[in-house]
């Protein structure tokens, strides 16, 4: 159980200590998902969403 425990606890401090890559000029991340409060706009380069703030997000005609 301790050792349970000590796994578990290495891999929610791994996965906050992981930089995120920027796209979109630094306002976006590259992530698999993206977070409720953002939206898909373009690709980064490892073939991942590019998660951006909607406000950031230019209005096409």
């Not at 290495?10 to 939206?39: D, F, H, I, S």
Request: overall charge positive; glycine content about 4%; aromatic content about 10%.
């Amino acid at each position: 159980m301790k050792f349970l425990l000590l796994i578990l606890t290495v891999t929610l401090l791994l996965v906050q200590v992981t930089p995120a890559m920027k796209c979109w000029g630094k306002l976006g991340r590259c992530r698999t998902t993206c977070e409720q409060n953002e939206v898909f706009y373009t690709f980064c380069r490892n073939e991942v969403m590019c998660c951006v703030n909607p406000k950031y997000v230019p209005v096409g005609n």
